[in-house]
């Protein structure tokens, strides 16, 4: 299995990265894509990817980081990705929810602001021929228009999908992949279930997206890459295929997707 979408740079491993690693291994996580969310984070994910033979990394501007951000930080994320085992450009996004507004959406310049920084990441994949790590909260409908526009073009991944049918149609359309975290096994995720008979087993990735979204067995816990395997089993439970099918064909696409031999 591949978990296309981790966090194992961040503080909740410190404790214990190295255990972590290694447990992700003993339980058939083959390779782990550990992504960046602004510079300094892609830094730290690139040193642990030179550290662990079976990590790769990506680098990239994350929504909740471009208030602080500034567009002269992308001539350095340009370099950064040119290094040995960068595999793509993310996460980047949008995410309109602001839970300090009432009707929990950002400002109008907040969301322009946002959408120029992901235009611009966008135009740098492009330059690089690197795929894309998207990141969409609260902003389905704005995400499906720059689809369609050709602003973001495949190749890529809606990474932990949460957005609605008309963007999911879209990306899958587009040629877009589309993966899925362990919150598809909580009990409100009906429509998220859904999606996953939807989406097209070839166009399907598995993440965790640890430390976060553990599955329900574990709700409340840390989350970790070992933990990959009840998500795999769960798509498998929804597509009524052998979960070693699920295992093939999502390492398969995954490995094509960010070129790892």
């Not at 471009?66 to 793509?88: D, G, H, N």
Request: negative net charge.
């Amino acid at each position: 299995m591949i978990d296309t979408h981790c966090h194992l740079n961040f503080k909740q491993f410190d404790p214990d990265r190295a255990e972590v690693i290694q447990r992700s291994a003993t339980a058939g996580v083959e390779i782990m894509i550990n992504v960046g969310t602004d510079l300094p984070t892609s830094r730290e994910s690139l040193d642990l990817a030179r550290q662990n033979p079976n990590i790769y990394s990506t680098a990239g501007i994350h929504p909740n980081s471009v208030e602080t951000a500034s567009i002269a930080e992308l001539e350095p994320l340009a370099r950064l990705l040119r290094e040995q085992k960068m595999v793509a450009l993310g996460e980047i996004g949008l995410d309109f929810y602001d839970r300090g507004q009432a009707d929990k959406r950002l400002s109008q310049r907040a969301r322009f602001r946002q959408i120029e920084f992901f235009e611009q990441q966008c135009l740098l994949a492009r330059e690089q021929r690197l795929p894309v790590v998207l990141h969409c909260r609260e902003a389905a409908s704005e995400l499906t228009g720059l689809i369609l526009q050709g602003k973001v073009s495949a190749p890529g991944v809606l990474h932990c999908f949460s957005g609605d049918k008309g963007l999911l149609r879209a990306a899958l359309d587009k040629g877009f992949m589309v993966s899925f975290t362990a919150n598809i096994t909580y009990p409100a995720a009906d429509d998220l279930r859904e999606f996953v008979d939807y989406a097209p087993l070839e166009h399907i990735l598995l993440e965790t997206d640890s430390p976060f979204l553990p599955p329900q067995s574990l709700r409340g816990r840390r989350n970790e890459p070992a933990n990959l395997k009840e998500t795999a089993v769960f798509i498998a439970t929804r597509k009524q295929v052998p979960v070693s099918r699920i295992n093939d064909i999502t390492t398969d696409t995954a490995k094509k997707l960010f070129r790892i031999e």
